[in-house]
């Protein structure tokens, strides 16, 4: 039985656990993750560059967690404390039409993935985890560089964030994304049954040469064609592509890790799907690049991360068994280690941080990481959703975002935050030139002529001989 439990542990742990933390729902799910340490192999690199906005000159390494701020920096607006030299400040009045990101991360220092361009930077992690929507979330804290344009030309800019790990493109916090938990796994199992052609997204090696019947597989082929799909889908929304409004893109690539953890670091498999994903990103950057006529900043970020060897003692998790027990609704231990990253609890015990707190100290000195961060209320939420669908990609009202559609809602187009001044400000230019025409008009009708005109006033006569008129 220890020796099933422990198998169980490993699958879960490589297949699904590398593959980032699946970020807290709704539902009282928590995560118990493998920490991982920085390997000194990941870089940033840029692969189509906008009026030198970045420099070759010898700089400290890129700061990941300033990934947001900087990207703002290149649109030629600077937060306080951005201070990396690899970069110079945008001009906002002669700023790129977007930018695109691709990251990479969850990679074990293991795979290596050939240079994506010649300029590039060394990369400070520090502050960074190994998983991947924790770092996505850190990278695009607080007002990020989405929220930010997306607020600054009032909700003009598209702003995408595409993954497979749904949780990691929210992350983002871009105004949508390009699939739900639900369009990936029918995505998943197209690619598994073969309903759609991968020669059509320039994946036939993948098909020929890796095993689509198993999920590890399929999901990051599928990830893949997501990207593809994405940048095709972007090419049919020319009007907004060029509505002059600056827009964001981001493409987080997370499943790499999980085929070499089924291969193996430098097998021929894990090497073939190191290969895909930098075609994939060159062939999407290429489409982008052609795509804004070459007024467009890509980067990419690449994350490698040192992952420890796990022995079979299980001791650290068996005492956070221990600790959330009361609160499995009766799950065995088995399929508690089944189950992992996942750890679904009740709602009730969801909001106790007492718990959490407990659940920490008990994988303080292991090789797990525990994840239970507050919820968001559920009439947030909700309000959130409307909100999105209200604002994004309004020239297709009946598009379906999770089980509402906009058009169902009778909701109305969304009104700009800027209405209230933009009324005022007309109310009170109108109210002006009224005034001022009726000055003009009363000052006109009351007017001498003899008088007040220039052309018909009454001066003197130089000679003495009175008053004569003009």
Not at 47 to 69: C, G, I, K, M, R
Not at 192 to 199: C, E, G
Not at 332 to 344: D, I, M, Q, R, T
Request: glycine share 6%.
């Amino acid at each position: 039985m220890a020796r099933t439990t422990v198998s169980k542990l490993f699958i879960s742990l490589a297949i699904l656990g590398i593959l980032g933390c699946m970020s807290v729902d709704f539902t009282g799910e928590w995560q118990i993750n493998i920490k991982a340490s920085p390997s000194g192999g990941s870089r940033f690199y840029v692969l189509h560059d906008w009026q030198n906005t970045y420099s070759n000159a010898e700089v400290s390494p890129f700061p990941a967690t300033d990934l947001s701020d900087i990207m703002l920096k290149t649109m030629g607006i600077l937060k306080d404390g951005i201070n990396w030299a690899g970069v110079v400040m945008g001009n906002l009045f002669s700023r790129p039409s977007a930018t695109a990101l691709f990251v990479i991360d969850g990679l074990s220092s293991k795979t290596s993935i050939e240079s994506l361009s010649e300029m590039s930077f060394d990369v400070d992690q520090n502050g960074l985890t190994g998983c991947t929507c924790e770092d996505m979330k850190r990278m695009f804290e607080g007002d990020n560089v989405a929220t930010h344009l997306s607020g600054l030309f009032d909700h003009s800019s598209q702003t995408h964030s595409v993954s497979a790990n749904t949780h990691a493109a929210e992350a983002a916090a871009a105004q949508d994304s390009f699939t739900t938990e639900s369009q990936l796994e029918d995505l998943v199992q197209a690619v598994q049954q073969s309903h759609i052609s991968l020669a059509d997204y320039g994946l036939e090696e993948a098909a020929a040469k890796l095993d689509i019947s198993n999920k590890v597989d399929a999901h990051f082929i599928a990830e893949l064609v997501l990207v593809r799909q994405a940048v095709q889908q972007l090419e049919e929304l020319k009007s907004y592509v060029r509505d002059g409004a600056p827009d964001v893109y981001v493409f987080t690539i997370s499943t790499l890790r999980n085929v070499e953890s089924r291969y193996g670091a430098g097998s021929s498999k894990a090497k073939l799907a190191a290969k895909l994903v930098k075609d994939t990103i060159f062939k999407a950057s290429q489409q982008l690049v052609s795509l804004y006529n070459q007024r467009i900043l890509v980067q990419a970020l690449v994350l490698e991360w040192d992952y420890p060897e796990l022995s079979g003692d299980s001791a650290e998790l068996s005492a956070a068994y221990e600790v959330l027990q009361p609160h499995l609704d009766g799950q065995s231990k088995e399929s508690f280690l089944a189950g992992l990253p996942k750890v679904s609890i009740d709602t009730g015990s969801f909001a106790d941080m007492a718990l959490c707190s407990k659940l920490t100290s008990a994988l303080r000195e292991s090789s797990y990481l525990a994840h239970c961060p507050t919820p968001t209320p559920l009439l947030s939420s909700q309000s959130h959703t409307l909100y999105k669908s209200r604002n994004l990609r309004q020239a297709a009202p009946e598009e379906v975002l999770g089980n509402v559609t906009v058009a169902s809602n009778s909701l109305v187009e969304g009104r700009s935050d800027n209405f209230a001044a933009i009324f005022l400000i007309t109310l009170f230019i109108m109210v002006s030139m009224g005034l001022a025409l009726f000055a003009t008009s009363w000052a006109m009708w009351t007017m001498d002529p003899g008088r007040d005109s220039i052309i018909y006033r009454q001066v003197s006569d130089p000679t003495g001989d009175g008053i004569q008129m003009k």
